[in-house]
């Protein structure tokens, strides 16, 4: 056998040695913001995964104080308070600052959005799944109005002011700050809504185009984005507000986003 070359010999090395020095890129995998209610509020959750983390957590958030969709205004104004500006609200999808006074329907006003869309199940503004905090955020109107109840996805052409958010004909991609929360949100509505309770069984998919189904996607993308945007802290004391003032239960995938892949 004759001999390798030195040039091919020392190539050769040098890529074994690149191989085994740079590994394959992978996500850092989501860990806890707080375990503070571990031993407490989330004590029937600790320790399971799939179907049974999922039921734990339908049974320990289903134990909520509901309020009206005419007490979401006021709400608002608490759960997403400007942290540099009390006298504002930070919307959803634009990041945009906005006055809490400018609440209503026309150019320029901030209205509710139903980030699960309230027609995907119809389940309209009915006390429950229509008023539930921890999936209702401010939004411009006419921002609001684009998203319209599309499906959540990649891709599409800009949202006129809507901070970089993008959209096309069947689904609505939120600017990089919101997809987290976003994702979270969705995914709250999915374990805390399962049928039981008279309203719809709400279920993540791998669609758009969804329609009335009381489904959303895509589950895929969301999970995504809840790895990519992990919680913010603002996300966190909205999280805090709500358990406090208001509904007295909690978005467990801010204070455990890793539940997001134990589940599903």
Known sequence: MPPIPIRTAALTTAALLAAVALPAATASPASATTTAYDSTYYK????????????????????QTKISYSAVWDALKATDQDPNNSNNVILLYSGVSRAKSLNGGDVGDWNREHTWAKSHGDFGEVTGPGTDLHHLRPADVQVNSIRGNKDFDNGGSAVSNGGGSLTDSDSFEPRDADKGDVARMILYMAVRYDGGDGFADLEPNESVNNGSNPYMGKLAVLKQWSDEDPPSAFEEKRNQVIYDSYQHNRNPFIDHPEWVDAIW
Request: proline share 5%; glycine share 10%.
């Open 44 to 63: 029937n959750a600790i320790g399971k995964t799939g179907p049974s983390l999922k039921s734990a957590l339908h049974t320990i958030i289903s134990s």
